[in-house]
């Protein structure tokens, strides 16, 4: 019996061709799902459109009847966080310069009391603030204006009537009591003090939506009152020109309050605040 001829195996070299068109065929069925995807077929989307409207609105179906037209929504302008910190801080420096030049104008006006130490400038972040001696505005126990002042007053007055500043006077006293008819406490006495004050700047053009008075009596001193020289100081007027711009109060309703009341507060502030 014959031998059989053993089969040579060859390699096939060509296999790679396989996978090739495999891959090939299913990038193909991808951009066809891709473009199947991006296009709308305004037909079908009418009749959907249409089968929704009468589900919810229970009217009959009609599939030639327009889309319906397009909502508007107003667009709002919404400024950029930065933009809106940079305008305020224009506007906060534009307020410096204002009050600085309110500072330069009341030195001007009050140099020589300035000299002889009866009157104090000071300007802080909040303000201008003016400290006038009560013992050349007023009698002891009075609180009428020396008439020698009225025209320094009213000098001051000019020139914050043309600014827009909130203004704040307040009258402060010593420590040593006051019992007339007219003044039974150093709170009546400071108050009217201040309110004298408050008078001569309104009718000096000053309006009076901008004006306060406060009368603090003796509980705000700069200096001990044990000497002569500490409740002279204590008793003053103080003139505080604002530069803060008012806020906005937001009122607080009943629900807000309770449910703070409800949370506990952190260990931080339940404790006692340390005397200063």
Do not use: C
Request: glycine fraction near 4%.
């Amino acid at each position: 019996m014959a031998r059989r001829k053993r089969l040579e195996e060859h390699d096939n070299h060509e296999r790679w061709l396989v996978s090739y068109a495999d891959f090939i065929t299913l990038l193909f069925a991808f951009f066809v799902v891709m473009y199947a995807l991006s296009t709308v077929n305004e037909g079908k989307y009418r009749i959907l459109s249409d089968s929704m409207s009468s589900a919810f609105r229970n009217v009959p179906v009609n599939s030639s009847s327009p889309l319906p037209p397009a909502v508007t929504l107003p667009i709002q302008v919404i400024q950029k966080p930065a933009a809106a910190a940079k305008a305020q801080e224009a506007v906060k420096q534009k307020q410096r310069e204002k009050m600085s030049n309110v500072a330069k104008d009341i030195l001007d006006v009050m140099a020589p009391l300035i000299e002889q130490g009866k009157v104090r400038v000071i300007e802080t972040s909040r303000g201008v603030t003016i400290e006038i001696n009560d013992s050349i505005l007023f009698s002891p126990g009075q609180a009428l204006l020396q008439p020698a002042l009225v025209k320094a007053m009213g000098a001051i007055a000019d020139v914050l009537a043309p600014t827009d500043f909130p203004i704040t006077i307040e009258g402060h006293t010593d420590n040593v009591p006051i019992k007339t008819t007219q003044f039974p406490s150093n709170w009546e006495l400071s108050a009217v003090r201040a309110t004298t004050v408050l008078r001569l700047f309104a009718d000096s053009g000053v309006a009076a939506e901008r004006l306060t008075a406060i009368g603090f009596a003796d509980t705000r001193p700069v200096e001990p009152n044990l000497l002569a020289d500490g409740r002279a100081r204590n008793r003053r007027v103080t003139i505080l020109i604002d530069s803060a711009v008012p806020e906005k109060g937001k009122e607080v309703d009943l629900q807000a309050t309770s449910t703070a009341e409800k949370k506990p507060l952190p260990a931080a502030e339940s404790r006692p605040a340390t005397p200063q």
